[in-house]
């Protein structure tokens, strides 16, 4: 099992809470666990927003469940599930180290709508960051596991996203669904429920220009699972008696599962262009790719090469999440802060790294060095892209764990105008944030070390590790 400060590094250079990183590593090594397991294999396809973000884009939102189809619906057995899990996660302790005791799994098997077995799982977890105290609470990962579904494309085997120490030097795999019918899916998942996680995946999806498959394909994709479903093909005129709910709940389903939680008002103005695209009215965009060189490489794989100086990679992560978002950057370069609409990564035929963009103010094109990149901050203003977005690519940007200085997540706010002169400071104040609560604390030295206290909401927090953020002066 990793040490806990990857964890705590992890998730303060991305401004998550540590508790969703960790899921996010378990999560990791039981889709392992259920792909080595002979049984499952082939059986059991994974799908659902998780997959997105697992097989798919590592710039997605992070997710909390494990979702399958399964090609046998007699596995739908609860004496059949309990050992097989059972098995999975012996080996995945053995591989990992995390605590994943039997008498935490448990199997709630149910007669869906449609008069159909579903079942609903959870696995119980105890990892690097998980409070010791507390023995009787552990942190879950639901699963859900259904037959009744069509699949209209063949499964498709992918390599899960792991950037993690740990990672296996064969990699993880896992059998999951095609990228065309991850789409379709989605789409009809925004039909039948209309949460602000199907939005925000939609329209994510739909930006990935690069990689976006033809319209008639996620359309047919999506026609034959209505079908099956016995619901309408979805439309903005349908959605559109929904908007209200489902912008009262952006924030509370999805703000814990992102870096920086971009506008719902942005997501929902996508939806025109999106339908006339799906229905085959209007081509998508096709937007030029910016400042073509003859001597640059794009670099879109999922990992990065070895040569990008380890400082720059955590800011080149926040920036590649703002990019396919469609959110502007405050980009620390030279010693001074620069907003910049973010656009593509290449090497030169020299060596060096490139990050092209916009800025913001102006429209005006620049490069950056990113080994002169000194901090990015993802901010709340959007940007309609001028350019294609390859930032925004299949695949990934793999963070090397640092012990450096962490990039905070900002929010963009008008600065605050001081009434009165702030008085000469006795010296440098070193700010630390706990990894658990999140709240900041001011130290004359440089030291993260916390004591028990209480957490914006008045209850106790028992976090000990503070993570540095900044010095006042």
């Given at each position: 099992?990793?040490?806990?400060?990857?964890?705590?590094?992890?998730?303060?250079?991305?401004?998550?809470?540590?508790?969703?990183?960790?899921?996010?590593?378990?999560?990791?090594?039981?889709?392992?666990?259920?792909?080595?397991?002979?049984?499952?294999?082939?059986?059991?396809?994974?799908?659902?927003?998780?997959?997105?973000?697992?097989?798919?884009?590592?710039?997605?939102?992070?997710?909390?469940?494990?979702?399958?189809?399964?090609?046998?619906?007699?596995?739908?057995?609860?004496?059949?599930?309990?050992?097989?899990?059972?098995?999975?996660?012996?080996?995945?302790?053995?591989?990992?180290?995390?605590?994943?005791?039997?008498?935490?799994?448990?199997?709630?098997?149910?007669?869906?709508?449609?008069?159909?077995?579903?079942?609903?799982?959870?696995?119980?977890?105890?990892?690097?960051?998980?409070?010791?105290?507390?023995?009787?609470?552990?942190?879950?990962?639901?699963?859900?596991?259904?037959?009744?579904?069509?699949?209209?494309?063949?499964?498709?085997?992918?390599?899960?996203?792991?950037?993690?120490?740990?990672?296996?030097?064969?990699?993880?795999?896992?059998?999951?669904?095609?990228?065309?019918?991850?789409?379709?899916?989605?789409?009809?998942?925004?039909?039948?429920?209309?949460?602000?996680?199907?939005?925000?995946?939609?329209?994510?999806?739909?930006?990935?220009?690069?990689?976006?498959?033809?319209?008639?394909?996620?359309?047919?994709?999506?026609?034959?699972?209505?079908?099956?479903?016995?619901?309408?093909?979805?439309?903005?005129?349908?959605?559109?008696?929904?908007?209200?709910?489902?912008?009262?709940?952006?924030?509370?389903?999805?703000?814990?599962?992102l870096p920086e939680l971009p506008p719902v008002a942005d997501f929902w103005a996508a939806l025109p262009e999106f339908f006339a695209w799906l229905t085959g009215q209007t081509e998508a965009p096709q937007r030029a790719i910016i400042m073509p060189g003859s001597t640059e490489t794009p670099i879109r794989s999922r990992v990065l090469p070895v040569s990008i100086p380890a400082r720059a990679r955590t800011p080149?992560?926040?920036?590649?999440?703002?990019?396919?978002?469609?959110?502007?950057?405050?980009?620390?370069?030279?010693?001074?802060?620069?907003?910049?609409?973010?656009?593509?990564?290449?090497?030169?035929?020299?060596?060096?790294?490139?990050?092209?963009?916009?800025?913001?103010?102006?429209?005006?094109?620049?490069?950056?060095?990113?080994?002169?990149?000194?901090?990015?901050?993802?901010?709340?203003?959007?940007?309609?892209?001028?350019?294609?977005?390859?930032?925004?690519?299949?695949?990934?940007?793999?963070?090397?764990?640092?012990?450096?200085?962490?990039?905070?997540?900002?929010?963009?706010?008008?600065?605050?105008?001081?009434?009165?002169?702030?008085?000469?400071?006795?010296?440098?104040?070193?700010?630390?944030?706990?990894?658990?609560?999140?709240?900041?604390?001011?130290?004359?030295?440089?030291?993260?070390?916390?004591?028990?206290?209480?957490?914006?909401?008045?209850?106790?927090?028992?976090?000990?590790?503070?993570?540095?953020?900044?010095?006042?002066?």
């Amino acid at each position: 099992m990793i040490d806990k400060r990857e964890i705590l590094e992890s998730a303060s250079a991305m401004g998550l809470l540590p508790s969703v990183v960790e899921k996010d590593y378990v999560l990791g090594w039981l889709l392992a666990g259920i792909n080595a397991h002979a049984e499952l294999r082939s059986s059991w396809v994974f799908k659902g927003g998780t997959c997105l973000k697992k097989c798919y884009f590592e710039t997605y939102r992070f997710s909390e469940d494990l979702d399958f189809t399964l090609n046998d619906e007699t596995q739908l057995n609860a004496d059949f599930l309990h050992r097989v899990m059972g098995e999975v996660l012996e080996w995945v302790a053995d591989e990992s180290g995390l605590a994943l005791p039997s008498d935490q799994l448990s199997f709630d098997i149910y007669e869906n709508p449609r008069g159909r077995i579903s079942c609903q799982g959870k696995v119980g977890y105890r990892g690097p960051v998980t409070p010791a105290v507390n023995a009787g609470r552990w942190p879950r990962i639901k699963l859900d596991l259904t037959a009744d579904e069509c699949l209209v494309l063949p499964a498709t085997q992918r390599e899960v996203f792991h950037p993690y120490t740990d990672r296996p030097q064969v990699g993880m795999q896992v059998n999951c669904y095609a990228y065309e019918e991850a789409f379709g899916e989605k789409v009809r998942a925004l039909a039948e429920r209309t949460r602000p996680r199907d939005l925000y995946d939609v329209v994510n999806l739909y930006r990935h220009g690069d990689t976006r498959p033809p319209a008639a394909v996620v359309h047919n994709v999506l026609e034959q699972k209505c079908l099956y479903k016995g619901i309408a093909v979805p439309t903005l005129e349908a959605l559109e008696p929904h908007r209200a709910d489902l912008e009262a709940m952006w924030k509370d389903m999805l703000a814990h599962q992102l870096p920086e939680l971009p506008p719902v008002a942005d997501f929902w103005a996508a939806l025109p262009e999106f339908f006339a695209w799906l229905t085959g009215q209007t081509e998508a965009p096709q937007r030029a790719i910016i400042m073509p060189g003859s001597t640059e490489t794009p670099i879109r794989s999922r990992v990065l090469p070895v040569s990008i100086p380890a400082r720059a990679r955590t800011p080149l992560e926040i920036i590649r999440f703002a990019a396919a978002n469609h959110l502007c950057v405050d980009l620390t370069y030279d010693g001074s802060i620069r907003r910049i609409e973010p656009y593509s990564l290449r090497q030169t035929s020299e060596g060096n790294f490139l990050l092209h963009a916009i800025r913001s103010g102006s429209g005006e094109p620049r490069s950056y060095r990113a080994d002169r990149i000194q901090g990015a901050s993802v901010t709340q203003q959007t940007f309609s892209p001028r350019y294609l977005v390859e930032l925004s690519s299949e695949g990934s940007l793999a963070i090397a764990p640092t012990l450096s200085r962490p990039v905070r997540f900002a929010q963009s706010r008008t600065p605050r105008v001081r009434t009165v002169a702030r008085p000469f400071s006795s010296g440098p104040t070193y700010v630390y944030r706990c990894t658990f609560c999140g709240k900041t604390f001011n130290r004359k030295t440089m030291d993260g070390s916390l004591k028990p206290h209480k957490n914006k909401q008045g209850y106790d927090c028992y976090g000990t590790y503070g993570v540095y953020v900044r010095t006042k002066y």
